[in-house]
């Protein structure tokens, strides 16, 4: 397993987070009927991939918090 530097790994999360908040903000501007739009029955709406996104990121913050008060350094 490769070693990585805490720091960097925080500041590329924070600095990706950010990013991230600034894209979703053109999702703000789009209509209920352009959120829900689906070109076809074989692909995915934008609303239904950003709560895909949020489910797998919400189940992954989880485990992240179960692993750190499962590891806390005394």
């Known amino acids: 397993m490769p070693k990585f530097n805490s720091i960097d790994l925080l500041t590329q999360v924070t600095d ?16 209920n009927q352009q959120l829900t ?7 995915w709406s934008i609303n239904y991939c950003l709560d895909h996104l949020n489910s797998v ?10 692993a750190v008060e499962l590891n806390k350094v005394p």
């Open 16 to 31: 990706e987070t950010t990013q991230l908040i600034q894209e979703v903000k053109v999702f703000q501007q789009l209509s």
């Open 37 to 43: 739009w689906k070109p076809n029955e074989k692909t």
């Open 57 to 66: 990121n919400s189940y992954y913050l989880k485990q992240l918090k179960k």
